[in-house]
């Protein structure tokens, strides 16, 4: 099956600094992927929708300038957490949208992001 | 818009006895439903879908759904429950093919020995 693959899995960053996080389409081409938060014991949010070459799609209340997405490929698609602060420690999911006709999401193993 | 509800925080199961996580939603449209399963610090993984045809979904690990439109409802079922099926699991919807998937807050299952 479909497998999308992200890095880091987990990373522990000290408060201002950025982080990136990669989420990669392993063995298909994805022209839509998704980035979700998820906090302990709770559903997913869905942050925003990135397109292959075309600026990411923000859900509402999430600060474009502080999580930055770039999906500069049809198997890449990265989120950069600027100037991170503790609040901003959670475990991110990414997911790709197959183009190939289906249409399905795969989802990513996560990252967990601690922000000291 | 569209919404999925899954009504349990919680359900709790012992080992071998038949377990029924409830899911039931609204769509203007035509659903399309799906089942994952979230281990502890782990991503999503695909359980069972529903788009079209038989009502009764086959899944992976055992599990099945059975899609009722006029109860709106996609409960997930297991006629014999395993401790490893302990773990975190969401229902989701979405309206047609190309839209997004929009999730339940999802439902923890603990299945004791």
């Known amino acids: 099956g479909a497998v999308v693959s992200q890095h880091p899995s987990r990373v522990i960053c000290k408060s201002g600094t950025s982080v990136k996080i990669e989420c990669r389409s392993l063995?298909?081409?994805?022209?839509?992927m998704f980035w979700y938060r998820q906090f302990p014991k709770k559903s997913l949010m869905l942050m925003a929708t990135s397109n292959e070459g075309s600026k990411a799609t923000y859900e509402q209340g999430v600060e474009k300038d502080k999580f930055l997405i770039n999906h500069a490929s049809l198997t890449l698609s990265t989120l950069t957490v600027t100037s991170a602060h503790p609040e901003d420690s959670s475990f991110y999911i990414c997911s790709a949208r197959s183009s190939g006709g289906d249409y399905e999401q795969y989802f990513g193993p996560g990252t967990r992001l601690t922000v000291t | 818009a569209q919404s999925v509800a899954q009504p349990e925080d919680q359900v709790n199961v012992a080992e071998g006895n038949p377990l029924t996580v409830k899911c039931t939603y609204s769509v203007s449209g035509n659903p399309y439903l799906f089942w994952y399963v979230q281990y502890p610090n782990r991503g999503l993984q695909f359980l069972l879908k529903y788009i079209t045809g038989d009502n009764l979904v086959k899944g992976s690990y055992g599990f099945e759904a059975e899609f009722n439109k006029s109860q709106t409802s996609f409960h997930l079922k297991k006629p014999s429950a395993l401790v490893s099926d302990s773990a975190l699991y969401f229902c989701?919807?979405?309206?047609?093919?190309?839209?997004?998937?929009?999730f339940g807050k999802g439902t923890m299952l603990l299945v004791s020995p």
């Open positions: 063995d298909f081409q994805a022209t839509t």
């Open positions: 989701a919807l979405r309206d047609s093919g190309y839209s997004t998937l929009t």
